[in-house]
């Protein structure tokens, strides 16, 4: 009986887990449509810049490292060291300025845990 009660506490636990890691993930559906805030001066068309760079493949990619927006990056940016991750986006999407001080992006930062989540996975899947 004992047995039982603690398997069914470690599979709550577990599956309870599961759940938060797969919110974590985010909703790629919807940060497209959060993205719409971005898409001012960011697109996700390879090599098509606008104000800012391509998001492109941003994912994985070196903080300053678009190649076609090379000349234009403040050295904040490309000396910040950062590489594109969930970690370092959520950061940088919290607050830009704080993530990389004196870098050229105006926008405040999506201050909502959820939709910088649905971002993230919206630009994973710009490939």
Same mark, same amino acid.
């Given at each position: 009986?004992?047995?039982?009660?603690?398997?069914?506490?470690?599979?709550?636990?577990?599956?309870?887990?599961?759940?938060?890691?797969?919110? =974590?993930?985010?909703?790629?559906?919807? +940060?497209?449509?959060?993205?719409?805030?971005?898409?001012?001066?960011?697109?996700?068309?390879?090599?098509?810049?606008?104000?800012?760079?391509?998001?492109?493949?941003?994912?994985?990619?070196?903080?300053? +490292? =678009?190649?076609?927006?090379?000349?234009?990056?403040?050295?904040?940016?490309?000396?910040?060291?950062?590489?594109?991750?969930?970690?370092?986006?959520?950061?940088?999407?919290?607050?830009?300025?704080? =993530?990389?001080? +004196?870098?050229?992006?105006?926008?405040?930062?999506?201050?909502?845990?959820?939709?910088?989540?649905?971002?993230?996975?919206?630009?994973?899947?710009?490939?």
């Amino acid at each position: 009986m004992v047995n039982r009660y603690w398997m069914a506490l470690v599979a709550s636990v577990v599956m309870a887990g599961a759940s938060v890691a797969a919110q =974590a993930e985010g909703d790629a559906q919807a +940060g497209e449509a959060v993205f719409k805030k971005c898409a001012a001066c960011h697109g996700v068309e390879a090599g098509k810049d606008k104000v800012g760079p391509s998001l492109h493949g941003v994912v994985g990619r070196k903080a300053g +490292g =678009a190649e076609s927006f090379k000349a234009r990056y403040s050295a904040a940016m490309t000396g910040s060291g950062m590489t594109w991750d969930d970690a370092t986006l959520d950061k940088y999407l919290a607050d830009p300025k704080a =993530a990389i001080p +004196g870098n050229k992006m105006s926008f405040v930062g999506l201050k909502d845990e959820k939709e910088r989540q649905d971002v993230i996975a919206y630009l994973k899947k710009q490939k």
